[in-house]
């Protein structure tokens, strides 16, 4: 317990560290500033401008702006990223009640209820539930951050090469399990990014794999190349064969009475309870996140609810619930990648990039060597929480302003904004093309029903796969039942075929698919 | 699965399908061709147009078949890159395209997707056949690949299979607009940076990009694209400290 708090306070110390700026302008007068609560609020600004904004995803954002990290530091780079995830999951509800048009795909759920609710005249409550909500959950996901984190970094340091292999097979089937659609498709995604992980020089005898002769291929594929091509490139295609301006109807009258009633807030807590356990739960899986989060905790809500009929009528629980799931999702995704090292879904894939960037590889070995990064990020999710409770309710108005931004003018902005970024990344312009190529092939995965969050999961954790399993089969001299032998590997690769077996069964699937079609109608 | 009864009507379907396949089957020696006319202008390095042509057809027509036939005799010769890249990659998928002919495809959606990523993972086993295989017990730099290559090939082959036996979508429609002149603009903005600056490329592709939709009004676009412009020229160099060139060279010179 002690440690619990010896870790925190190191981490608010990071995040509360001064530093004194003395700009030329100022003329030799130095300031005091903290870099990293600059960064957290930047992030979470970032953040919910992303998520309030329909058409442009987390993913593609975080990708974005990695060659924007560069020049910071490492912590304050990594807090900024995170604070743009969890800023979105905010943002997203914004959108979602005010306008009805959810801004990110963790809000869908939230649009059903809370968009009532706003006709309803009381888009204020809905609001500020939703806030409460998240914050709530964030704080609840941060403490667990904190405490899960030490114990699962002792159990990490027992694993040997196996494990870490069959550790990361169960990752990837969990990715297929909680993946929208064909389980079939969704593990050729994973594949497919395997492969694409493998372009290069080979890490153990430097021969060049798949790279055609072409010396921008040799150092393989780069993570954020391909990232901004699937995901942003191709979303922006998408939306524009989508066609005409999104029907747009905002909810006019002026937000009075922000304050939820007593009732409001009986109603709720419970509910805001059980999706931050829910959220948390589902967070920590891998292959989950924040998605699957909400619309699994508003199936929850409509179940055990007295009178499920007031769902979809403007019933404060159905905000309630899926709001706090999507946050607290959000943020417990991280403890895999932090203590493990091992991302578990696409946005923490591009932190696993952002680290690399760094010169930071992510696993056990980063909380022990550079425990002031860990912390220091743990500490500034609350920070940052509280930021965006004080920020968002009095900033609705302008965000709402914002989506009067028509497509027409957004859409070419994000097009450059992202070809210069990452013509910065290497200052390469063939990479520019490569990611355009992507977008294309993303755009190629969409119309054909492949998601392409899978293969991102797959060609981050495909060179680590690879090597885990070369050492282990180099360890054991050739023998595969190592996989089998070893009790811990064996009992990960036997929850994942569980996992697999469990998927294709007919019964499962059709829960699986309710879940999922909830929000289309 | 092969449809006996509504043979007829199904061959007249399937013809775009199977035309699309077969030019799939040929698509890296029809690149590598294109590639190629730029040597005459002296861009880059390979070989002349008439070699790539000669020695693919000579693969695909005469050195394929008679590796094939030779392989079966027990002769373990070494075959060049271009036969190897025939019997890999184009005569699986000649061969599919020849099935597709006698079948009923009930998801268009999900059997050209599963065919396409299928030949994507034969094009990978082709790119890692020259790479070196086990050596003991211990991996060489081409067993992954080889691995991952051999299980998409299976995966692609499961997806094209449900796609003919359960009922899915056909095929989505693609719109042309869109893609085009976002792709247009990337290229432009890839080509352009170097030579033309940060200031000219990035207005210049914002306006290519903007013809992506008919709904662009060009007062507004460029009142904005000048405006994005002159942001990531502060934003960029500036303020993040990323080296780029700001202006056209001939002007800077």
Same mark, same amino acid.
């Given at each position: 317990m002690f440690d619990l708090f010896h870790n925190l306070g190191l981490g608010f110390g990071v995040v509360f560290q001064i530093s004194w700026w003395s700009p030329w302008w100022l003329y030799g007068l130095s300031l005091p500033i903290s870099i990293n609560i600059l960064m957290c609020l930047i992030g979470a600004l970032v953040g919910t401008l992303v998520g309030v904004l329909? #058409?442009?995803g987390t993913v593609a954002t975080v990708a974005m702006l990695l060659p924007i $990290?560069?020049?910071?530091?490492p912590v304050g780079a990594l807090i900024m990223l995170a604070g743009i995830y969890y800023g979105a999951q905010y943002g997203g509800s914004t959108t979602s009640i005010?306008? +009805?048009?959810?801004?990110e795909a963790t809000s869908v759920v939230t649009a059903i209820d809370g968009h009532q609710m706003a006709k309803q005249g009381r888009a204020g409550p809905a609001l500020a539930i939703a806030a409460i909500g998240s914050f709530f959950a964030g704080c609840v996901a941060t403490v667990l951050i904190a405490v899960l984190g030490a114990p699962l970094t002792k159990l990490a340091l027992a694993f040997g090469p196996a494990e870490y292999f069959s550790l990361m097979v169960l990752g990837l089937i969990f990715a297929v399990v909680l993946a929208k659609g064909s389980v079939l498709k969704a593990i050729a995604m994973i594949v497919f990014g395997l492969l694409l992980s493998?372009?290069?020089?080979?890490? %153990? $005898?430097g021969a060049s794999r798949?790279?055609? /002769?072409i010396p921008e291929l040799a150092d393989g594929l780069g993570f954020a190349t391909v990232a901004m091509g699937v995901f942003g490139f191709a979303e922006i295609i998408r939306n524009l064969d989508a066609g005409? %301006?999104?029907n747009r109807d905002l909810v006019q009258q002026k937000i009075t009475g922000l304050m939820p009633t007593r009732k409001d807030l009986i109603d709720s807590a419970p509910a805001i309870l059980r999706g931050t356990v829910l959220g948390s739960i589902l967070g920590i899986?891998?292959?989950? #996140?924040a998605v699957i989060a909400s619309f699994a905790s508003y199936t929850l809500e409509k179940k055990i609810a007295? /009178?499920?009929?007031?769902f979809g009528r403007g019933a404060i629980e159905g905000v309630a619930a899926p709001e706090s799931a999507n946050n607290a999702a959000a943020q417990t995704s991280f403890i895999p990648l932090l203590t493990? #090292?091992?991302?578990?879904?696409a946005v923490m894939a591009l932190m696993v990039g952002a680290m690399t960037i760094h010169g930071i590889v992510p696993g056990p070995q980063v909380m022990q060597k550079q425990p002031e990064l860990v912390w220091g990020m743990i500490a500034s999710m609350w920070i940052g929480n509280l930021m965006l409770i004080i920020i968002n309710l009095p900033l609705v108005g302008i965000w709402v302003r914002l989506l009067r931004v028509p497509y027409r003018l957004m859409f070419p902005s994000i097009v450059i904004f992202c070809a210069i970024g990452i013509y910065s990344v290497? +200052?390469?312009p063939v990479d520019v093309i490569l990611a355009g190529v992507f977008g294309l092939v993303g755009y190629w995965l969409i119309k054909h029903d492949f998601e392409p969050a899978p293969l991102l999961l797959g060609m981050v954790l495909g060179p680590l796969m690879e090597e885990n399993l070369r050492r282990a089969l180099l360890i054991s001299r050739g023998d595969w039942s190592v996989f089998l032998t070893r009790p811990l590997s064996a009992v990960l690769l036997a929850i994942a075929a569980f996992l697999l077996v469990l998927t294709v069964l007919p019964a499962l699937r059709a829960k699986r698919d309710e879940v999922f079609t909830e929000s289309e109608n | 699965m092969a449809d006996t009864m509504g043979h007829s009507a199904t061959t007249t379907r399937n013809t775009s399908v199977v035309i699309g396949f077969c030019l799939l089957a040929v698509a890296p020696q029809i690149f590598e061709f294109i590639w190629s006319i730029g040597t005459i202008f002296g861009w880059g390095a390979g070989r002349g147009p008439a070699t790539v042509v000669i020695s693919h057809a000579t693969a695909l027509l005469a050195g394929a078949p008679g590796a094939l036939i030779g392989a079966i005799g027990g002769d373990t010769k070494k075959a060049s890159s271009e036969v190897l890249l025939a019997l890999i990659y184009s005569y699986p998928l000649f061969a599919v395209a020849i099935l597709t002919i006698f079948m009923t495809i009930r998801s268009a959606q999900d059997y050209v997707g599963g065919i396409a990523l299928m030949a994507l993972a034969l094009f990978a086993l082709w790119a890692s056949s020259d790479l070196q295989g086990m050596r003991g017990f211990s991996f060489g730099a081409g067993t992954a690949p080889r691995m991952f290559g051999g299980l998409l090939v299976a995966l692609g082959a499961g997806i094209a299979l449900t796609g003919l036996l359960t009922d899915g979508p056909a095929m989505a429609h693609y719109a042309w607009r869109g893609p085009l002149f976002v792709m247009v603009s990337i290229v432009f903005f890839a080509l352009a940076i170097r030579p033309l600056g940060v200031v000219v490329t990035a207005f210049a592709s914002f306006l290519i990009a903007a013809?992506?939709?008919?709904?662009?009004r060009w007062v507004e676009a460029i009142i904005v694209g000048a405006c994005l412009t002159l942001g990531c020229a502060l934003l960029f160099?500036?303020?993040?400290?990323l080296p780029m060139p700001m202006f056209p060279r001939f002007l800077v010179q």
């Open positions: 329909p #058409g442009i $990290t560069f020049g910071l530091p005010l306008v +009805n048009i959810p801004g493998m372009v290069g020089s080979d890490i %153990e $005898t798949m790279a055609f /002769n005409a %301006e999104m899986l891998p292959g989950g #996140g007295k /009178n499920p009929s007031r493990l #090292g091992i991302p578990p879904n290497n +200052n390469a | 013809m992506g939709t008919h709904e662009t160099p500036y303020v993040l400290g």
